[in-house]
């Protein structure tokens, strides 16, 4: 396979050796760490009898006697099945057919933990949207609590959604001696375009279209299990895993309840046994996932016009691998990245559409091809990434892979390298004196990329809507969301609203957002320096800006700047915010400890502190165990 494997980029080559160097002591002690994890073994051979018979006490016969043996694999389940996520609800049924899949290969799987999901849609808006980031933290240590039993050879990572992927994928590189397979459900089948879903709340903002029509046209666009079909955080969950080989080639997008989707659970749950240590071909997450693997992640995600929360939880699931990744490191590959793909909100296409014109497999070819990912990482399939160009098909019931297509299906969808959509991945930095944020303007349209306007500053994504619907936005203006990072209030997804600034953008006014907090991997017109670093609470900038303020966002220089001069911007005072009615209610007391530990959003917003490097700066005596 790696004869298929052409020059490397210069760029990707250079951001990934930076990131190998600077990362070299951290890398070096979570490796060492990993093999010595490796090296004492499976807990199931050390466990007294008591404990190895409380481990499988609840099971048949049949895996009893397996588990008995050191020799058969026993694979960790580990879900985050519920039903409040469409995408989710399909993984009811996964771990019998994974146990069954394991059975029948003479060794066993049992389910070791579910761990929590929350929907971002169902929370958008509103108070639970608080916990959502958060959530990424509680799901990795979930799943850590499920693994500590210790009696795995390997894990499956049941998950699709946003902050859950991230959450699997921590935890996966803190058990790094485990062979880990990610497996997806699949996108549920395409409804009302995700386009006509936005006109008609846009409608309903300016009070045109009923609350009737509005659900009615929900309803239409989120029908049936499976991810939602815009190119979201979800969506590009699935991308990224496959572009760093923890999910079988072209996994990603099939539909959930098809024949095709039980053949790759349980297809997955073979390929997981076959990865193991006694099988021969031992494949642990720590040796696959390098500085390497995760360049592809972010060359995939700028090549999709991927959702902008991955520049949160690529550095926090970088530095539970041992790897430092920075902002610096997207804007440089962005900028030698094509845009290759059109999927709402980049577009009016979703992600069936996508999946129909070529999907994962053209994907990997025109990267691979253009030399902007690396093929020699090892992956779960059991080859290098130049494997990926296959895609799978169920001949008489059983599944092989065969190459995909070598030409898109629809060029209104997905694009060859040597013709894309834009020649940078549309995602940059933006650095002034306000700070640093990111902004993605894959979905801005040209001639908004650039605004200039007077500030109007709003500490909770509420007042917004009154002052839209009190007419008080009626003008240029940069709407200030600030007080929204993950010290103040868990950093929240405003994309609610998305809609009202959609509509002045309309109407023709200069309209920007300026926030601390998030947007939704489903946002994109409006243009939104968000992210921004250091958070308001937490000595940044925007605490000093004014009503009335002018400030410049640059998209194309990558700049954002308040034009106030600079000496009365040094005497400025910090504005302090009332933040207490975001502490208490729908569980949000359980976070105070979350939102003391936060990181910066440029560190990842996590609460984990930077492990190994945490470590290494304590044995040199540069940070101690009180200022943790
Ligand atoms: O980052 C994301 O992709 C979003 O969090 C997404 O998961 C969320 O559910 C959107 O809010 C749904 O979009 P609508 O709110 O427009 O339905
Ligand atoms: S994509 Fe978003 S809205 Fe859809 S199920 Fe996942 S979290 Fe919920």
Redesign the pocket.
């Known amino acids: 396979m790696a004869s298929k494997i052409p020059a490397l980029n210069d760029t990707v080559a250079d951001v990934t050796r930076r990131i190998r160097e600077r990362s070299a002591e951290r890398r070096a002690l979570y490796e060492s760490r990993m093999a010595d994890q490796h090296r004492r073994g499976v807990h199931r051979g050390e466990l007294s009898c008591g404990n190895l018979a409380h481990g499988f006490a609840a099971c048949g016969a049949t895996d009893k006697d397996a588990l008995k043996l050191m020799n058969s694999a026993n694979l960790g389940i580990i879900s985050a099945y519920n039903d409040m996520l469409s995408a989710h609800q399909p993984l009811e049924t996964f771990p019998e057919t994974i146990k069954a899949a394991a059975r029948a290969m003479g060794s066993t799987a049992q389910f070791a933990g579910g761990v929590p999901a929350m ?3 169902v929370t ?1 808006g509103q108070p639970g949207m608080e916990l959502s980031l958060f959530s990424r933290d509680v799901i990795a240590m979930a799943t850590a609590v499920g693994l500590s039993h210790n009696m795995f050879d390997a894990a499956l990572y049941l998950g699709v ?2 902050k859950i992927v991230p959450g699997l994928f921590i935890a996966a590189a803190r058990f790094g001696h485990l062979p880990a397979m990610f497996v997806p459900a699949g996108p549920m089948p395409s409804g009302l375009p995700n386009k006509e ?2 006109r008609i709340r846009q409608l309903f903002a300016e009070g045109k279209a009923s609350r009737e029509d509005l659900l009615e046209a ?1 309803s239409q ?2 029908h049936s299990p499976g991810t ?1 079909t ?1 190119y ?3 969506n ?1 969950n699935q991308l990224m895993m496959e572009m760093m080989g923890l999910h079988l080639p072209g996994t990603s997008f099939v539909n959930p309840g098809t024949e095709m989707r039980e053949a790759l659970t349980r297809y997955a749950t073979e390929q997981a046994i076959r990865n193991t240590a006694q099988s021969g071909d031992y494949r642990p997450f720590y040796k696959q996932i390098d500085e390497r693997a995760i360049v592809n992640a972010i060359v995939g995600l700028l090549a999709s016009g991927g ?1 902008t ?1 991955h520049t949160l939880h690529l550095v926090a699931m970088a530095a539970a691998a041992g790897l430092t990744i920075t902002w610096d490191d997207f804007t440089d590959l962005s900028a030698v990245t094509p845009s290759l793909m059109q999927v709402y909100p980049n577009g009016q296409a979703d992600i069936n559409h996508f999946q129909a014109a070529g999907g994962m497999s053209l994907l990997f070819r025109e990267l691979l091809g253009a030399g902007l990912i690396h093929g020699d990482i090892p992956t779960v399939f059991g080859t290098d990434l130049t494997a990926y160009t296959q895609e799978p098909f169920l001949e008489d019931g059983t599944l092989v892979w065969h190459e995909g297509p070598e030409k898109s299906l629809d060029e209104e969808v997905l694009r060859p390298a040597a013709t894309p959509f834009a020649p940078t991945g549309g995602l940059t930095v933006l650095d002034g004196n306000l700070g640093r944020g990111v902004i993605k303007v894959s979905a801005v349209q040209a001639e908004h990329r650039v605004v200039e306007a007077p500030v109007q500053i709003f500490e909770d994504q509420n007042d917004l809507k009154a002052a839209f619907e009190a007419g008080d936005l009626d003008r240029d203006v940069i709407a200030v969301v600030r007080f929204q990072g993950p010290k103040a209030n868990g950093m929240p ?1 405003l ?2 609203l ?1 809609p009202y600034l959609g509509v002045l953008q309309d109407r023709g006014y200069q309209v920007a957002l300026v926030t601390d907090g998030r947007m ?3 946002s994109g017109k409006v243009p939104a320096a968000i992210h921004m670093t250091p958070e308001a609470l937490d000595g940044g900038p925007l605490a000093k800006l004014r009503d009335g303020d002018v400030v410049r966002l640059d998209a194309d220089t990558g700049s954002l700047e308040v034009k106030v001069d600079a000496h009365e911007w040094a005497e400025r005072t910090m504005r302090v915010g009332d933040l207490d009615h975001y502490h208490v209610g729908l569980g949000r007391e359980l976070f105070g400890g979350f939102r003391h530990l936060a990181m910066r959003g440029e560190e990842g917003a996590g609460v984990f502190g930077g492990f190994e490097a945490d470590d290494l700066a304590r044995q040199e005596g540069q940070i101690h165990d009180e200022d943790a």
């Open positions: 929907c971002d849609g958008q959604c946003d879903k936005a929900e666009s989120y939602c815009f979201g955080t979800a590009s959702s929360n997804e994309h609610k998305t939704s991997g489903a």
